[in-house]
């Protein structure tokens, strides 16, 4: 899900403070006939946490009627009281976790989204962005549609609810077929639990099993916490309808070569996920082995920026034969209200985050490990760091091209032009981040980390258009005419 | 606004807690051109927080967008901070407080409601109860509006948003001309101000002035709070259009004679406020010396139950010559928590809020007026405690006919079998509430305190449903064939 | 209890906020061997609210070890959980209720306080003031003790702790022996429920029995909503030990003639307690018929300032035979944050507490009546709001003499050139207030209404320093030689 | 500071909870005429944080009074809101980190504590254990001390309080030498900042420098995220007294041998903290050489239990050429709810934090390192989750020796009964945990990976109690005739 351009929260985005990274926005889980339903699904959102965390909701259907819970905050923080896993009854659930902002964030935007349909309630939670949601949403509202949030998961929503499709799944495949984009969604109706993955399959949906009852989630490591098994990813273009009666799976929008996102090898996912049939962190250990060919440099230390940076830190380090240490250590006890701090400590910045380890880093020469550059904001300050720890020389190494361009499909990036590699070379970079040197990771090298040969221009077998531009959907919205109203949208404040 | 039957909250609904009385449900402010327009919307709510506890919310538009704040509890308790003030900005407001019930309220259901239609956004908030809610909402339902609550004020919105009419002013009367019930309602547009009372004028609906900004209100103690000048009543059936072009006003819907409720005048208005033309507490005076006049008993004193009986025992004193006296302490200082107490409190009941003053109890006659009885729980217990204080005899006066039939016009009342007088006679409640004797005013004696000659059983002049059965319109839901499919609710928790 | 001049809420104090009146600042309660020893002294600090309503406290043993809960806020509030119930265990009981200021209050000050001596536990409460605390304070401090606040209660534990006295009564007599001013004191070790008054006995102390189990409490309305039966007053200079062996009571100090404060008559006492023999609410309907008697004036109504000015406006009204009415309207609603309003909000003042009652007043002349003036500030704006609402002529009649004096003794007062009735003469007053005609009740009008002849100038019997500046005490902090160092005070803000 | 043994929190202590480790009590720091004491404070206890999560506070003293706040919680959720740092005024300040409990904890128990002395206030900070508190509290309270709290630093401050002393100063010292155990404290007068360590110097406390301020810190980490320069350890035995004229140093208590915490290197502080004149991590990569050297194992993989195994299981790849990898994720969003979950959700244990990697565990040999172990319990499941996740056998190495014996020293330790090394021999905890072979580093392996040749037996160079039993004070309460009366502690909850 993602909050539309325009939205007043985004006036509060700070990149600073939440990391300078791209950040998934969204974790979806779901599980049917399960005694336990409801812990599970807050389980599973505990293991999906770093995909989102502003804010969590959880619908349960207990055969008579939806139990609901959304809170601001994280999952351990709020679904593990008694009282609300007494609340969250029945056997079949959906949950999902969103992306943080530093913004006061407001539980009417928290999914999943429930409606009352004339067939019935239905409650709905996504992780990816609708690229025409904003033009839907204006025939919509001609129509005679209300909005109660801008999330595009409120589109889908109407568009089923409008749809002359009779049953259910006529509706929601009605539905589908209108918007255009990236999602993963997770649905419950009073009968049906439904996994659906748009036709290019930018993000995630996996399906397990925990002894006999299915499971959907973003990632697997959601899996291994309940002990379920991994069975399968849901397709692109799938959808998949979970009754008493068993599994059905439908291919409702025809066959598309599978676009699924380059970034959540490099970043997203957590390292103990297998995503598209890998493991993530052998993955990340590989692309640093493929960046210690592409670009070595003698040094004395390996050292990653913690704990993104970590797997390809290790992996070059291997690669290379220098050794691998821990140059930075990170500070675990960083406090909500670092977020909105007095003037007087917004300017520590990157300091209560991490700390350089001066015994090891003095007079040393070092291969610094990161994943991406985003602003590069916090590159310089990090550098500075170590710097100051007496580093004798800094050697950036990224396990990544360059991203030169935003994502619309679920992630929250700063526009172009505060993307640092959008607008600098990369000696232009290493010269604002003050290290001696700066290699990113060729996309083919990030093509053969994940298994491939190397990228096909004609037909890229993932969405890397944050390294590319090659957006692989229409752009609805973005490129309309403009003539898009300002939606004065209600700062909620309960 | 109604939380329609159905609704969960019921379940939680103890009128022995909240006092044993039939209780208003809102009270509305309206304001329009004036710098100061968010606080004196809040000063105005807060003269008419005695038509509702629970919540309260305020919409201001600023000339360009519109801003909110709901809130749950006083609104001497949350629209005085000064942040809030800030961020009501704008010279026109309307707001809204709701009736308190006892479970757990939720902010969704706050009005005033907001949606956003594509003829831009739409603030409403409504005091009384759409009768055909339900019905129509079946049908919205079905051509794929989606409800975000119960609220039938929910209903006129999604009726609004569907009609065909051009304008705003157009499409509110096309919604208002399917709706039956009674109403009164403030709404807010990015250009207009507008107030519309029901044809039958049920519910009341003030006009004032404060130096040439118009004011709408409930009742007319909200003009008093910030000085404004009552004008007028808006008429039954009339809607009045208030932009910067000055006022418009219209009679959509054909002339029908009045129906003013007649219980505003026993209990629900503030004494210090002039409805229909008369002050609410000369009425209550002259309600207790009708009362004195029909219903005569020898004694020596007359004591109110505080507060609501205080202006017809005076009126009931000055009429028969027998004093006045203080014979029950009110305590103003009852908490929240005690609506949920620990069952060792619990039975301690009326003694929480109303102490017997036995020195002046004790050996004597007394001559008990309140204004209504209802289930009459709190008459029992009121009166045990006045024996156990010493009062030799009491004589219970009721200061309005017996309620017999529930309201369905905005009014929070038990179900009819739970009315005590419309299961016992006179004689069997003086029994039941254990009184030396019991007399209710008769329903001409309150027509006449109200400034009519009697009753005119025809064609009543007022709405007197709850004290004669005679509801002035349709009660298409209630009286519906009853395959109205349950709600499954969900239980925001945030 | 009081907390000490320069302490650093003072500077948060606002009259006009808390009603520009002397507040009582404490009510005490305690209850010995009964199982619902918590419940009920919650019950008993409900019934004493008006004592006190910044924050309440209660401590319970059960045999074995003691309970402690304080609160920020009113009883309603905190104490009638069923959690909070049920971790009062035991059937012993004392408990406190403490002013409102309008400052942050601080739960370290919340009473009761509780020490843990040599000898056991001990918790103490206390209404009153101890007037050489400070000077009291000094010594101990030199002798090593700590203090944990600038409660005077607390000096008097650190005397018991500190005394030579062997058994903890001895202790205690000790330590009072050291003390001057006005105290009523509940405490509960782990064997004993004591109650104490002064010799003086300036604050009220009731004993009273449930059933056997003796209880105490500031005021007979504490008796009441429990159903306990009044036996008798605590005597001044007495101290009731009560254990399992039965009730013992010793006088320690010496007879002394007893100084009741008057103004627990005048203003203080809840009207359906009996204080001193008398009925409260009789007491003051006297008082009205005095001051009727005193300063008759020809009027067409006789209105209360609510509700304290009440039961005078009564008695007055009966006594003069002019009607009595309700020309002012109480708003009950006035929530929490009306004390620190925005700017906008400050000036309502007294409108957001009252209302005139427009319909009567219109060219009417009027006789106000209320109890006291302090500073006036309140007066000038309930007379303004009158003559707002059309009163044609306003006779002022005070049920009390001027107030010229501050209490040392347990009440929070302005300092004297704060009083109006210090700095200006009664016609200047009237001027000021902006009324007709401005009488006050005389020192021997008063006296009479609680039953004696007349004030004995020589041996008042009653303490009556704030009308007359006769103190009954030494006042040893007050008058000492001003090298008090300024306690550097934490403020806690947890 | 401790809470002495007997206090109600240490019903709820759960060690499984808290991640089954010793645990260190307290962070301290201290800064002198410095424009921003407040905020470097702040900062200073952020970086600390690892020593204490349950609380903190502050006081400041800017020239004339004292301001102080303290907070439950983390110091970045409390402390960095610009209304905090607005009250903390003044140029000096120290303040304190407390260790967290699983219980309720009270503020009144935060320090740094403050006390009003006849001499001035006076605020203390301690890290440490006072082995004779309650011995010496029992005289205390005979000669009329009276207790607010059951911590050991309040007995510092009483016997401060009570001392025949002159000055400050020679009141410490003489408070000082009536205590043992270990202590590093700091303190703040209106002119001086103290800082002093017991004579052994168990607990760490390190001098820094700030352009000209003097600054103090548990750890070196303190200083480097202020950007101070670390000057030297305050030494054994040493008390540095700061003032406006410069700092001098006493040595009040006669030379000893020091005896600093061996274990502070094996797990408490922080691994970029350079404590002993040795960088930690260093120390910890020694360890784990140490650790490969004495038991050598073939396998295929080194994997850490992160975070605190992961310096040592970096040594051990290095010096047994073994790959390093991170087998075990850890998942940072562990709420502060999963303390006190539903029975549903307690059983997860081990899973919320962390999970294994299956894709590199699957069919391998593992070599795991920890740092200690204590009960045990959590071992257990991590290995039971590396089974299920593949791993083919598992050697798990500890990188100290085993744990036998509780720490009196200010660290929160089980009970020597539940210690597992004090009830098995290293077989059977093999056999308890499941693990293929277990290995525990020797008592002069750890003494030579912090530089010494090895253990001195006759006098230990550094305290190892946990790992020897030789304590190297008295320890009075715990060797007491046991004649201790237990105390009736109010369980204060505001």
Tied chains: 1, 2, 3, 4.
Excluded at 11 to 31: L, T
Excluded at 79 to 98: D, E, S, W, Y
Excluded at 100 to 105: H, Q
């Amino acid at each position: 899900m993602t909050i539309l351009p325009g939205h007043p929260f985004n006036a509060f985005s700070d990149d600073e403070v939440a990391g300078d990274k791209f950040r998934e926005e969204c974790g979806v889980f779901g599980i049917f006939d399960h005694p336990d339903a409801g812990v599970l699904t807050t389980l599973g959102l505990h293991a999906l946490q770093h995909r989102g965390q502003e804010a969590a909701g959880i619908v349960t259907h207990d055969g008579r009627q939806f139990h609901n819970e959304r809170h601001i905050g994280l999952v351990g923080d709020n679904f593990t009281k008694p009282a609300v896993v007494a609340r969250l009854k029945g056997r079949r659930a959906i949950g999902h976790n969103r992306y943080s902002t530093t913004g006061a964030p407001v539980l009417r935007n928290v999914q999943p989204l429930f409606a009352e349909f004339a067939g019935g309630g239905f409650a709905v939670a996504h992780n990816g962005n609708i690229t025409n949601a904003r033009t839907l949403q204006r025939v919509l509202q001609r129509r005679g549609s209300i909005f109660q949030s801008t999330s595009d998961t409120e589109t889908i929503i109407h568009l089923i609810a409008t749809s002359d499709g009779i049953s259910l799944v006529d509706r929601i495949i009605d539905a589908l077929g209108q918007v255009e984009g990236a999602y993963s969604l997770v649905a419950l109706s009073d009968k049906k639990l439904i996994g659906c993955r748009d036709p290019l399959g930018v993000r995630p949906l996996m399906l397990g099993d925990l002894d006999g009852a299915p499971v959907l989630a973003s990632e697997t490591c959601a899996f291994d916490i309940i002990g379920a098994r991994f069975v399968r990813e849901v397709e692109p273009g799938e959808m998949v309808i979970i009754t008493e009666a068993g599994l059905e799976s439908l291919k409702p929008f025809g066959p598309q070569p599978s676009r699924f996102c380059i970034f959540e090898h490099v970043y997203f996912a957590r390292p103990d996920s297998v995503l598209a049939g890998t493991s993530i962190y052998e993955v990340r250990k590989r692309i640093g082995a493929e960046l210690a060919g592409e670009a070595p440099v003698e040094a004395d230390l390996v050292v990653p920026v913690p704990d993104s940076g970590t797997p390809a830190a290790i992996g070059f380090a291997e690669a290379s034969g220098i050794p691998f240490d821990l140059g930075i250590i990170r500070n675990h006890y960083v406090g909500r209200t670092f977020i909105e701090p007095s003037d007087a400590i917004r300017h520590m910045g990157v300091k209560l985050k991490h700390n350089a380890n001066p015994a090891i880093l003095k007079g040393k020469r070092v291969i610094l490990v990161d994943d991406s550059i985003v602003r590069g904001t916090t590159s310089v300050k990090i550098v500075q760091m170590m710097r100051d720890a007496g580093a004798r020389e800094i050697h950036m190494r990224i396990a990544s091209p360059p991203t030169i361009d935003p994502c619309f499909y679920g992630v929250d990036t700063p526009e172009k032009s505060k993307l640092l590699a959008s607008r600098m070379t990369i000696e232009e970079m290493a010269e604002y981040i003050r290290v001696d040197s700066l290699e990113f990771l060729s996309i083919d090298g990030l093509y053969r980390a994940v298994g491939e040969t190397r990228r096909n221009p004609d037909a890229p077998q993932y969405c890397d258009a944050c390294f590319t531009g090659a957006y692989p959907t229409e752009l609805t919205d973005k490129d309309g005419t403009g003539d898009v109203r300002q939606l004065n949208l209600l700062s909620d404040t309960g």
